[in-house]
């Protein structure tokens, strides 16, 4: 017997499948990144965890850990393992504050900076293809409803990366 679905039910269904077609989408989206960069990442058993450290680097420039902590949402512990990470995968440069040396400045190097910020371009022209598309009212309940799917997802509250 099938079982009658209430409109609620049939919209978790429909946005869950919905999810799962735009992760995939995303996922494919990673075969964009620049080969030196792909490469970098299998030798340093990197994943996409990585990307956002890189690419937030590429375009503000060089910061502290805990700088890179605050903006990414990251608890400085997990910053840390991520720039060590990068840094041993030869995909960031370290150097000690000449203000403060307990603190570290962390960077990209010069040689994959303009790949990086080609590629964060790229990913936020598909967000900006995507909220054109819609009616500004609708941008605002779609940037709320993700918010309210991240808050759920605990991705907020964990200070993590995805």
Do not use: C, W, Y
Request: hydrophobic residues 40%; glycine residues 8%; proline residues 6%.
């Amino acid at each position: 017997m099938t079982q009658t679905l209430s409109v609620d039910e049939r919209d978790a269904r429909e946005l869950a499948q919905l999810l799962g077609l735009v992760t995939r989408g995303l996922l494919r989206g990673q075969r964009d990144v620049p080969a030196p960069l792909r490469d970098a990442f299998k030798r340093g058993a990197l994943g996409p965890r990585h990307m956002p450290v890189l690419i937030s680097l590429a375009r503000r420039g060089p910061m502290t850990v805990g700088e890179l902590a605050d903006r990414l949402g990251l608890a400085r512990p997990t910053a840390s393992l991520l720039v060590n990470e990068l840094d041993r995968a030869g995909l960031v440069q370290r150097r000690e504050d000449d203000a403060d040396r307990r603190r570290t400045i962390v960077d990209v190097p010069a040689r994959h900076r303009p790949r990086l910020v080609r590629l964060a371009d790229a990913r936020l022209d598909l967000v900006r293809r995507t909220l054109a598309r819609l009616e500004p009212e609708a941008r605002g309940h779609f940037v709320a409803g993700l918010q309210v799917l991240a808050e759920e997802s605990g991705a907020l509250d964990r200070k993590e990366v995805p």
